[in-house]
């Protein structure tokens, strides 16, 4: 599913940026560019992380292993 559509990034890619250490949005967006363009992905971004860190599941999305 397409997350950032300024710079198209997917969240498997996003996962995967996480799951390589990025901490938080500013580190995503250092990374892959998702989250730098019109802002409009953060909330997604956040919870993806939130989900990384285990946190609730976010609905469309697979809790890191």
Do not use: K, N, Q
């Not at 971004?45 to 809790?63: D, K, N």
């Amino acid at each position: 599913m397409l997350v950032c559509s300024c710079f198209a990034v997917s969240d498997r890619t996003l996962r995967s940026v996480i799951a390589a250490g990025a901490r938080d949005a500013d580190e995503i967006g250092e990374r892959c560019d998702a989250g730098t363009g019109c802002g409009g992905c953060l909330e997604e971004i956040s919870e993806l992380l939130l989900c990384h860190r285990g946190g609730e599941p976010v609905a469309g999305t697979a809790r890191a292993a």
